[in-house]
Nanobody
Framework: QIQLAESGGGLVQPGGSLRLSCAAS????????MCWYRQAPGQERELVAT????????VHAVSAKGRFTISRDDSLSTLYLQMNNLQPEDTAVYYC???????????WGPGTRVTVSS
């Protein structure tokens, strides 16, 4: 029973920071690449960042480069997304995804909502 449980979302002011967490269970976390997607209201889903099983990290969302950092703690089976200098356009539901963890298919968590507003 694979589970991905995102947490850490909430309401923050522009310029603030949040750290999202994704607690994983039901698979060998350290063997799999993970990623974060986000979906803003009325927008298409956007790949935010990926991290390989060995910790190689890439931020894909152009608007997030220089502000977001993806990381993982294999000892805790937890994926993180550190988000700094948040802007209103970062408002979205953020999803944690395990790449190929479900018999070769990706598995999505339920998401955590981030709202950036003053």
């Amino acid at each position: 029973q694979i589970q991905l449980a995102e947490s850490g979302g909430g309401l923050v002011q522009p310029g603030g920071s949040l750290r999202l967490s994704c607690a994983a269970s039901g698979f060998s976390f350290s063997d799999y690449a993970m990623c974060w997607y986000r979906q803003a209201p009325g927008q298409e889903r956007e790949l935010v960042a990926t991290i390989s099983s060995t910790g190689g990290a890439t931020v894909h969302a152009v608007s997030a480069k220089g502000r977001f950092t993806i990381s993982r703690d294999d000892s805790l089976s937890t994926l993180y997304l550190q988000m700094n200098n948040l802007q209103p356009e970062d408002t979205a539901v953020y999803y944690c995804i395990g790449i190929g963890v479900l018999h070769g298919m990706d598995y999505w968590g339920p998401g955590t909502r981030v709202t950036v507003s003053s």
